[in-house]
Every structure is written in C-alpha cells, then in structure tokens.
C-alpha cells in the first residue's frame, strides 16, 4: 500500500533509499554512525524480522520514516498488535504534516492486518503529536541496559 498527497508519497522502504538521505532523516531521532554495507544489513535484518519501513518522499528524497512491528498474540484470543517505532522527520520538513501523514499511514497499515490495538514508546515531549493523532497515555515502558 501506498499513499500519495501533494507531492509527498509514503511507501515501504526499500535497500535504494538510503542513498537518498534515509539516515539523514533517521537521524532527527538519534545520531547514526553506520557504513553504508552496515546499514544494509541492518535493512535485510529489519526485513527478515519483519518490520515494515516506511518512508516519506518528497522529490525523490527522504523527508521521513517509521516503522511498524505486526504482532500476533497467544492472548486475547489470537488477536493481533501493532507496534510502532523510529518515527522520525528530516529537521527540514518538519510541521508540515509529514509525520502525522507516516504514522497515520501506519495505523491503516494495522487496520489491514485487524490489529485491536497499536502501541509505542516516546519521549514526553511528543506526547502532544501523538495525542494530537488520537494516541492516549497507557501503562508505564520498562527497560533494562544489557
Ligand atoms: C515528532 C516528529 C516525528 C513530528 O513530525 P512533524 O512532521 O514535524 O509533525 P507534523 O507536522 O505531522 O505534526 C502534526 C501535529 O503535531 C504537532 N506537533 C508536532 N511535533 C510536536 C511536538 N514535539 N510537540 C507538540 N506538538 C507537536 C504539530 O504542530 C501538528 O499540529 P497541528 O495538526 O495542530 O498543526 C518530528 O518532530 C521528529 O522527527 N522529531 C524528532 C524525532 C522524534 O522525537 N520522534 C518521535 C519518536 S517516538
């Protein structure tokens, strides 16, 4: 599934994009110190493990990304989850829409494999964001440093 909206396109990513500014996008999240063959592996890793990336393209370049995990459960009678992860937005075209544009794009993406439910971790400076998309505050994350 694709999705096109006044020059901006969202669609899965695929191994070419990362020469078309992919980290550089990626990297409003976090720094990123990868070879370009790391990072290609990372990307046959990701696939393998079946996450979905998705970017944003705006003339032929990567204004944005996220990514979606589909997990289906033992509990709730085999229902299914969706996790979203690496939400991140080009410094340079952010507040024009484009990150809600990804994770709405994913959120269809979980309403096509019938998940009941799509969670994520954030900073709490972007609970706003997602608020804004219609996310709620649940539970507590918890993490351990190994
Ligand atoms: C958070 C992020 C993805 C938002 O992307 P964006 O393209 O700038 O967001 P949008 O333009 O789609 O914003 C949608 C709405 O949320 C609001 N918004 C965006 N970021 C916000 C923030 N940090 N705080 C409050 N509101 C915010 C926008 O003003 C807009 O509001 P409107 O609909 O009333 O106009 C982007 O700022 C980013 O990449 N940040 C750094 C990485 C990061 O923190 N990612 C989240 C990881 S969980």
Redesign the pocket.
Known sequence: MSHETSGISIRLMDATDLGRGFLDALR??KPIELTEQQAIDVYRDRLKSRIRTYVAVIDDRIA?TASVFIEPKFINSGGVVGHIE????HPG?????????LVEHLLNVCREFHCYKVI????E??I??YE?IGFHRWERAMRIDL
């Open positions: 409003a999240l944005g690496d939400v991140a937005v075209f952010q507040k024009h829409g484009i990150g809600r544009l994520l971790d954030c900073a400076g972007v706003p964001f804004k």
